[in-house]
């Protein structure tokens, strides 16, 4: 249960963010890398503490399989957001159109990830 409380406020966390994209880029940019951070922590966290690498198999339930597809498209997500943001705080405005698909596919990713994480916890 504490692990999907955290997964909530780094959910939260991350629409706050969103919400500043157009206010105050700097907050913007701060507030995402907290949730970036927070998410690779809490997936370190669950892949030492908790095993969950080691229990990847051919066994898996089908919804523990589209919880791990989900987080790694989040994960790619992330990864290229960073590099955009990055050009983006430069100054190089042509990647915008590249951050509002990455936003497209970070968004409802991130979303179904805590969504599926919830219900493999209750499913136990």
Same mark, same amino acid.
């Given at each position: ?7 909530? %406020? ?32 809490? %997936? ?25 597809? %989900? ?54």
């Amino acid at each position: 249960m504490v692990v999907n409380s955290i997964n909530f %406020l780094i959910l939260l966390l991350f629409f706050y963010g969103r919400t500043l994209a157009h206010k105050d880029k700097v907050k913007h940019g701060k507030v995402m890398i907290a949730v970036i951070l927070g998410d690779f922590l809490l %997936l370190l966290y669950l892949t030492i503490f908790r095993e969950a690498l080691d229990s990847v198999d051919r066994r898996m339930p089908p919804l523990l399989i589209v919880h791990i597809v %989900l987080a790694l498209i989040t994960v790619v997500a992330y990864a290229m957001a960073i590099s955009n943001g990055i050009k983006l705080l430069k100054g190089q405005e042509e990647v915008r159109s590249k951050m509002k698909l990455i936003d497209r596919i970070a968004v409802p990713g991130r979303t179904l990830v805590f969504v599926t994480s919830l219900m493999l916890f209750l499913s136990k």
